[in-house]
């Protein structure tokens, strides 16, 4: 069954170093993976997607993720974190069933940049 | 602008008085979700639509239901809500084949 796991609850960084945001995934055939960003009181938002080509992804916000396939990882990162990435952050996965294709979100990581 | 909305925004009730939270957007966009958001749990999709009339359940249906019978509405409906429910619920939209979901703002549900 496709799942996405992420390891760390909690990741804090301070302003101005690289941050890290890991994902793991399992899934049957090639992976369709995503990065998704929640800010306080607010809807998710698409930060960027891996579906095929190129293992390092760039995204919004100067965010790329690296796909890793033998370590079936897809972590989130960024060069210089600033006070204003402190959010919630979301990996998912494309299953495909029966009717099409539907998403299996991970429990999300909670990134705190202190300034 | 391009959007998804969602309403009510909050809402507090009581266990077995039906409700609905309704969803639009206005993108044309065929596919639409609900999820719900609970702490440690990430979002679990409760249903999804593919088009209008065609609908399917994701892995968390029991206790709501759906329609879609036309293109930019997609409601949540809860016939006998129960405490178990309490969550945070969001509405998501987009294009088939190009995987990137639109979220509304949430809706904050409390049954008591």
């Known amino acids: 069954a496709q799942s996405v796991a992420q390891p760390e609850d909690q990741v804090n960084v301070a302003e101005g170093n690289p941050l890290t945001v890991k994902c793991t995934y399992s899934v049957s055939g090639n992976p369709y993976l995503f990065w998704y960003v929640q800010y306080p009181n607010r809807g998710l938002q698409f930060l960027l997607k891996?579906?095929?080509?190129?293992?390092l992804v760039k995204g919004s916000y100067g965010f790329e993720a690296e796909f890793n396939k033998s370590q079936t990882s897809f972590h989130l990162k960024k060069p210089s974190a600033l006070v204003s990435d402190s959010a919630l952050y979301f990996c998912?996965?494309?299953?495909?069933?029966?009717?099409?294709?539907?998403?299996?979100f991970g429990p999300g990581t909670r990134l705190s940049v202190l300034p | 602008e391009a959007q998804v909305t969602q309403n009510p925004r909050y809402l507090i009730t009581v266990t077995g008085k039906k409700l609905t939270v309704t969803c639009s957007q206005n993108m044309n966009h065929e596919y639409m979700s609900w999820y719900r958001q609970d702490p440690g749990l990430g979002l679990r999709q409760i249903y999804y639509s593919m088009n209008v009339e065609v609908t399917d359940k994701g892995d968390v249906p029991e206790g709501y239901k759906v329609s879609r019978k036309e293109k930019r509405n997609f409601p949540l409906i809860l016939e006998s809500p129960s405490p178990n429910q309490t969550s945070l619920y969001f509405c998501?939209?987009?294009?088939?084949?190009?995987?990137?979901?639109?979220f509304g703002p949430g809706t904050r549900l409390t049954v008591t």
């Open positions: 998912a996965v494309r299953r495909v069933n029966n009717y099409g294709q539907n998403f299996v």
């Open positions: 891996y579906i095929t080509g190129d293992n």
């Open positions: 998501a939209s987009r294009e088939p084949g190009l995987y990137e979901q639109y």
